[in-house]
């Protein structure tokens, strides 16, 4: 039997199950699959992992409901800072908490209430388009070096998307047609399919509603559909200011709330703010061990 300490945090709808592995060697993508199940298990969109690091005073780990890892997640970092700077894990620098992820070392911003942090800056490091960011397979991309509004027969469909990575790979399709109608996860499945995308892809469907607002939906590898995404956010903002639909700062509007992007172009960094909520903490029961 092992016991784990645990909390439960969300940020606009988006669900993590925040660890402290700094003394643990579990099979994370085990535990993940067991404990973010709704019915048996706590119920979260994934797993945040504390671990110890060489580049940063804090590692991240994300793990997706299916067990998969993932490089990055901009609302699972910020719950992440949440919970190691309300338990003082790790200390901030310049105001900031840098964390190593997969996709590199990410820093956060905190807003602190009463003590305890209740939002987050994050600096989401600049978006990248060359297909071996993605990455993207060059013998499906019919000679594009980017996959900027490109065309793509999938599901029987011509789907346009924009394909860029924040250190995990997004395809955000722009649309006149309400987010909420368009066909999402029928598209995404398929796209996440393709042999363009040997990683798979996060599949995301915005409307540019003003100059400084989206509506969007945002559907994940290893976890489907989800309220919200904070790298899917941001890669929205980014597809709609590339083309110039929408101002450097934007709201992203989406159906677990709104999170803001501020990003001025091609060689900057885009910037994700958005709130940081523990739901409640408590102890995971394993009957038998995770071994590592």
């Excluded at 980017?146 to 999938?154: E, Q, S």
């Amino acid at each position: 039997m092992i016991e784990l300490p645990f909390a439960k945090l969300q940020a606009a709808g988006n669900g993590y199950v925040v660890i402290d592995g700094r003394e643990l060697a579990l099979d994370w993508s085990v535990l993940a699959r067991r404990i973010t199940d709704s019915h048996f298990g706590v119920g979260s969109d994934g797993i945040a992992v504390v671990q110890r690091s060489q580049l940063a005073p804090v590692c991240m780990r994300i793990f997706n409901s299916d067990g998969s890892e993932a490089e990055m997640s901009g609302n699972g970092i910020r719950l992440f800072a949440k919970f190691v700077l309300d338990r003082g894990l790790a200390p901030l620098e310049g105001g900031a908490l840098e964390v190593e992820t997969g996709g590199g070392l990410r820093r956060v911003f905190p807003t602190f209430e009463a003590g305890r942090v209740v939002a987050a800056r994050v600096e989401m490091d600049e978006p990248r388009f060359e297909l071996a960011a993605l990455p993207a397979d060059p013998a499906h991309a019919g000679g594009a070096q980017r996959l900027v509004d490109f065309a793509l027969d999938v599901g029987g469909r011509q789907v346009v998307f924009t394909g860029l990575s924040l250190g995990n790979p997004h395809a955000v399709i722009l649309t006149e047609e309400e987010p909420a109608d368009f066909a999402l996860a029928e598209v995404a499945t398929a796209l996440q399919a393709h042999p363009l995308f040997p990683q798979r892809v996060n599949v995301e469907v915005a409307r540019v509603v003003a100059r400084d607002r989206l509506r969007a939906r945002v559907y994940e590898r290893g976890e489907g559909e989800t309220l919200a995404s904070g790298t899917g956010a941001t890669a929205c903002a980014v597809a709609a200011r590339l083309c110039d639909r929408t101002d450097a700062r934007v709201e992203v509007e989406l159906p677990g709330g709104v999170l803001l992007v501020a990003w001025s172009g091609p060689g900057a960094s885009a910037w994700l703010t958005g709130p940081a909520v523990e739901v409640f903490d408590g102890v995971w029961r394993e009957p038998l061990e995770v071994g590592s």
